[in-house]
């Protein structure tokens, strides 16, 4: 029986344009690898003002600090003139930091906090 032209062609039929796969180019698939985002440290800077309770409150209700740890902080920020809070992604980092500032300037109070790379 002679093959009609609106056939589909069988699964062994040969490669249009020729009949062979030499030429053909292969890419090979890498695993993908993904670098760890940058870390960023929230850090407090010392002022002559804002109450060390102050302080302390905002170590544990934005950095989830308990009580003897945020002192150890405030502490270190009274008498060296800063101290790290905690250290994050840039976006969490960057939040904090606005968290912070917000609330100081809330209660106002002139605490200062920064971000830096870590």
């Keep these: 029986m002679p093959e009609r032209p609106d056939e589909p062609e069988s699964p062994t039929s040969p490669p249009p344009g020729g009949g062979s796969d030499q030429g053909s180019v292969v890419a090979e698939r890498q695993a993908a690898r993904t670098k760890p985002p940058s870390l960023f440290q929230v850090v407090m800077l010392n002022d002559d003002y804002t109450p060390m309770e102050f302080v302390i409150r ?7 600090h308990d009580l003897e740890t945020a002192t150890l ?7 060296e003139g800063r101290g790290v809070c905690g250290v994050y992604s840039k976006d969490v980092a960057a939040t904090k930091v606005e968290l912070v500032l917000s609330a100081a300037r809330r209660n106002q109070h002139p605490l200062q906090c920064i971000m830096e790379a870590a």
Aim: avoid cysteine; aromatic fraction near 14%; glycine fraction near 0%.
């Design 58 to 64: 905002v170590l544990q209700q934005f950095f989830q």
């Design 73 to 79: 902080i405030m502490l270190k920020i009274h008498h």
